[in-house]
């Protein structure tokens, strides 16, 4: 990915731990490396195929005026969040905010926070066999959509499918969706609960009927086996109301473990060759 460097942008602001920091202020120094895709701004020579650093550094020195934090890993937080919200050509940041009057009484030249951000690209499948179960969807997805650092991208079509597991009756509309996210995979988590919650769910039985599931897929390639969350879902191989739907919005995603592509899985599943 090409990147844009802004380096050591001065900028007086009231951040810190101590009264005197944030009622008489301080110089901090900003530095970002902004990634985005430069290719179409080199070849047509036009700043609306690219982003605008001298706007990028007015931001900056305008969110940390405006933001007082006591930690500049706060700072920094919310700066490079700010950032990736405010301008859709940047895809992630790495952004570093330096204290040199950092008051710790002894000599030192700054003490500095550094860290990436991007959007990150997750697939969830979404279920429902309980009372109206479009309504539950739509109603959940409405919950994810309001945070704005979750952005819907594609939705496969709704389709009725018999329960799994032969614990839950009634027949089931399921569906995938893919989403850009600044969510960690287990802030994303908490979130689809949120969601899950505000239409009533209820875990008791594995399996059960319910009024809106919402389940992590993949998130970006990355492999985790956590208590609270597994990526890949361990049982997308075994499931077509999964993979049919993902398939019409991601057939040539890999599975960062077996290697197969949606498409291959589905057909696998269903012996053809």
């Known amino acids: 990915m090409d ?17 005197e920091e944030t009622a008489l202020g301080q110089k901090f120094l900003v530095s970002a490396e902004l990634y ?30 405006e933001h007082t934090s006591r930690l500049i890993e706060a700072a920094a937080e919310g700066l490079a969040r700010q950032l990736l919200l405010s301008w859709p050509l940047l895809k992630g940041i790495r952004l570093e905010i330096k204290k040199p009057w950092a ?53 496969s079509e709704l389709l009725e499918t018999e329960p799994y597991g032969g614990v839950a009756e009634g027949a089931f509309l399921n569906g995938c969706l893919e989403l850009e996210t600044l ?58 109301f999964v993979l049919e739907p993902l398939a019409q919005i991601a057939p040539y995603k890999r599975h960062p473990v077996s290697g197969k592509r949606v498409f291959e899985l589905l057909c696998a599943l269903k012996g053809e060759e």
């Not at 802004?6 to 602001?13: G, R, S, T």
């Not at 979130?191 to 599931?213: F, I, Y």
Request: hydrophobic residues 35%; aromatic residues 6%; contains cysteine.
């Open 3 to 19: 990147k844009i460097r802004i380096q050591d942008l001065e900028v007086f602001a009231n951040h810190g731990v101590f009264p």
């Open 36 to 65: 985005t895709d430069t290719r179409q701004a080199g070849k047509t020579d036009e700043l609306e195929y690219s982003i605008h650093y001298g706007l990028v550094c007015q931001e900056i020195t305008k969110y940390m005026k």
């Open 103 to 155: 008051p710790v009484g002894l000599p030192l030249k700054t003490v500095s926070v550094e860290i990436e951000r991007s959007w990150h690209r997750a697939y969830v499948a979404v279920g429902s066999n309980m009372g109206d179960r479009r309504a539950h969807i739509e109603n959940g997805l409405r919950v994810v959509e309001a945070d704005p650092a979750v952005r819907i991208v594609k939705r």
């Open 183 to 240: 969510l960690t995979p287990t802030e994303l988590l908490d979130l689809l609960h949120e969601a899950e919650n505000s239409e009533g769910r209820v875990r008791t039985v594995r399996w059960g009927s319910r009024t809106l599931d919402l389940d992590i897929l993949f998130y970006d390639d990355e492999i985790l086996d956590a208590p609270e969350l597994v990526v890949p879902h361990p049982e997308i191989e075994k499931r077509a």
